[in-house]
């Protein structure tokens, strides 16, 4: 049977999906997956052995430069794409406007969740047919049970499998060092997920006391520059160099463990089954929680503002840098509780 699954972004998004791939080829084997994805994930959906064929969208960039030529000639370049195939079923697992969009334009049976479990209102006008899937669980457990309905079996009730198990990850443009490493994820997409760089360097203390190396990856040149202060006066802390997903992959894998904030990275390093503790603050772990065998979340504590949702703390009527409820999770105990588990 041949799927079109629609999920375009985020990085944490896509490996939550991962695992509802996986029950579907477990239920049936010959099963195969076309999956539209943004152009910044696309490393991703190619981890999974379901994964046959990539689609890349751009809509961030498109969106920048709607009415440039060269956009108009990529778009229709993408919708020949994404109608080359009639597929036997569409499921939309990104729910929102422009997944809907994606999805319409497709060809095949559409399926998605209904107008109360959609992440945008009225997305669910794209679907065929739609299925009340509970939002306030995980994501892993909601792309799961989507993924049962449409294909008539049983929600599996065993631990995620995020089908990584056999992929291949090669790191290209760095070596791992010889030594024993951790991987701190110190970025973030919101800047009230970070952590103040006092912390992050106390951490790093650590490590060096432990005979441990630490690699800071980074993203954009603003997380550069955060994992070059982190780093300052660090003898043990390397700022990788700007490296593909894929790359990083697999120096998490031959990594430690790893210790993150709520982003991407720390839903990969999960993923792959690595000790990975997790950072939250103004989001709920309950939901969105990085998940796998090793996995382990410390959240912020005795703050009613928890959790906000918001992109920048204004705690108390004021701007911080760093959240207020984050910035008061010591590196103390970060540290110990990694050790822990």
Request: glycine residues 4%; proline residues 5%.
């Amino acid at each position: 049977m041949h799927l079109l699954l629609i999920k375009l972004s985020s990085m944490g998004d896509l490996i939550q999906a991962l695992p509802a791939l996986s029950d579907a080829r477990q239920q049936q084997p010959d099963i195969q997956f076309d999956w539209v994805v943004d152009e910044a994930f696309a490393e991703i959906p190619g981890w999974h052995p379901a994964v046959h064929k990539v689609i890349t969208s751009a809509h961030r960039r498109w969106r920048k430069h709607l009415f440039n030529a060269d956009t108009f000639a990529e778009l229709r370049s993408f919708q020949q794409s994404l109608r080359d195939s009639s597929y036997a079923k569409v499921i939309d697992a990104q729910t929102n406007t422009k997944s809907a969009i994606v999805t319409a334009l497709s060809r095949g049976e559409k399926h998605g969740p209904d107008k109360k479990s959609v992440r945008e209102y009225p997305a669910h006008w794209a679907y065929h047919h739609t299925y009340a899937i509970d939002r306030q669980q995980l994501a892993i457990d909601r792309w799961r049970q989507l993924f049962a309905h449409v294909l008539q079996y049983t929600t599996p009730d065993s631990a995620p499998d995020f089908g990584l198990h056999n992929t291949n990850f090669e790191s290209q443009g760095y070596k791992a060092p010889n030594a024993d490493y951790l991987v701190y994820v110190h970025n973030a997409s919101w800047a009230s997920k970070y952590w103040p760089v006092r912390h992050w360097q106390s951490l790093l203390n650590r490590a060096e006391q432990k005979g441990l190396e630490v690699l800071l990856p980074w993203g954009s040149l603003e997380e550069r520059e955060s994992a070059v202060a982190i780093a300052a006066h660090h003898k043990n802390a390397t700022v990788l160099p700007r490296l593909s997903l894929t790359s990083i992959a697999a120096l998490l894998r031959g990594s430690k463990g790893a210790i993150c904030m709520d982003t991407g990275l720390a839903h990969l390093a999960a993923a792959l089954g690595i000790r990975t503790l997790t950072m939250y603050g103004p989001t709920d772990p309950e939901l969105i929680g990085a998940t796998g065998p090793n996995s382990f979340h410390i959240s912020a504590q005795n703050y009613s503002c928890m959790p906000c949702y918001k992109r920048e703390c204004y705690y108390n009527g004021s701007h911080h840098e760093n959240s207020v409820c984050l910035r008061g999770i010591e590196a103390y105990s970060v540290w110990d509780q990694f050790l822990s588990f």
